[in-house]
């Protein structure tokens, strides 16, 4: 098992999923290594249950751990010094898809607040909304619409997480972000739009 800070916030924040009663897409998880620059990604998408497939709403994860990153944890991790603060940086996409019609953002980015909660000492803030239109199969039949909105922001490591692995202060911090998704999802889901069925409906 690699025994790594970047790991050990995966984890945290999956265990946070897990609390949430959310569900992983199945074969939507990556994790990725830049072989020409060194950044590390992790992406992953969870759903509330019993959606079906494809869910209504769904929650796109990405953690990304750049070079400089782990520069500055190896320096840490070797010599004992800190010149900056390793950070993991983070983008999470909420999103509405399967629709029948065009999808007004206006209504949708108004329950979305600007800002996340406080994870750590950090928030994501609120990037903007992106409206697709997806046509399946033959183009002559009725497209299927989307909307995603998009939140970004970094996570500061503090030292206490670099020097323990058993701290407690990633499964508080990734908590509260496993919290956050898991209810903007309900109200995601609760809004009054037109869904098309789900392909494994069976009707």
């Known amino acids: 098992m690699l025994d790594h800070v970047f790991t050990d916030a995966i984890g945290a924040l999956r265990d946070a999923f897990e609390g949430a009663f959310l569900e992983r897409q199945t074969f939507e998880e990556h994790f990725q290594i830049d072989v020409l620059l060194g950044d590390i990604t992790w992406e992953t998408s969870y759903g509330l249950p019993g959606e079906g497939q494809p869910p209504r709403v769904v929650?796109?994860?990405?953690?990304?751990?750049p070079t400089w990153s782990q520069t500055a944890y190896r320096?840490?991790?070797?010599?004992?010094?800190?010149?900056e603060q390793p950070s993991i940086e983070i983008e999470i996409g909420f999103r509405v898809q399967r629709l029948a019609e065009q999808p007004?953002?206006?209504p949708v980015q108004a329950i979305m607040p600007e800002s996340s909660p406080l994870i750590g000492n950090e928030?994501?803030?609120?990037?903007?909304?992106?409206?697709e239109i997806g046509y399946f199969g033959d183009v002559?039949?009725?497209?299927?619409?989307?909307?995603?909105?998009t939140y970004e922001g970094i996570y500061e490591l503090a030292e206490e997480t670099l020097a323990d692995g058993?701290?407690?202060l990633l499964d508080n911090h990734f908590g509260t972000l496993g919290t956050?998704?898991?209810?903007?999802?309900?109200?995601l889901g609760d809004l009054k739009l037109n869904f098309l069925p789900a392909d494994d409906t069976d009707s």
């Open 75 to 83: 320096r840490w991790y070797v010599d004992e010094m800190i010149d």
């Open 123 to 131: 928030r994501l803030e609120r990037a903007g909304a992106t409206v």
């Open 59 to 65: 929650a796109h994860i990405t953690f990304e751990w």
């Open 180 to 187: 956050w998704i898991a209810s903007t999802l309900v109200k």
């Open 104 to 106: 007004n953002p206006v």
């Open 140 to 149: 002559v039949e009725a497209p299927e619409f989307a909307i995603e909105i």
């Open 166 to 168: 058993a701290s407690k």
